[in-house]
């Protein structure tokens, strides 16, 4: 029951933020990635049998976040200053 409620209240939570735009700095892909890797992390933490193919999807949406930070961060950096 734990896990299940925390997972729909961590969803929830999330799709709060991204209905506000509190987070306007941040393009929408980036946080859904960082969102779906934070949701991964929490499903992924109750589960029982440790089969180790079970953590490469959680290892490959959190290389492909670090990816998108670092492109978007760089991006950001080449932008002109006003």
Same mark, same amino acid.
């Given at each position: 029951m734990?896990?299940?409620?925390? &997972?729909? #209240?961590l969803g929830l939570?999330?799709?709060y933020g991204?209905?506000?735009r509190k987070?306007?700095?941040v393009p929408p892909a980036v946080?859904?990635?960082g969102s779906l890797h &934070?949701? #991964?992390w929490y499903f992924y933490s109750f589960i029982q049998v440790p089969y180790p193919y079970l953590f490469?999807?959680?290892?490959?949406?959190g290389c492909a976040w670090v990816a998108i930070l670092f492109v978007w961060q760089d991006r950001e950096a080449r932008l002109p200053s006003e």
């Open positions: 734990v896990h299940a409620g925390g &997972a729909l #209240l939570l999330f799709a991204l209905l506000r987070f306007g700095h946080y859904l990635l &934070a949701y #991964l490469i999807v959680p290892l490959s949406v």
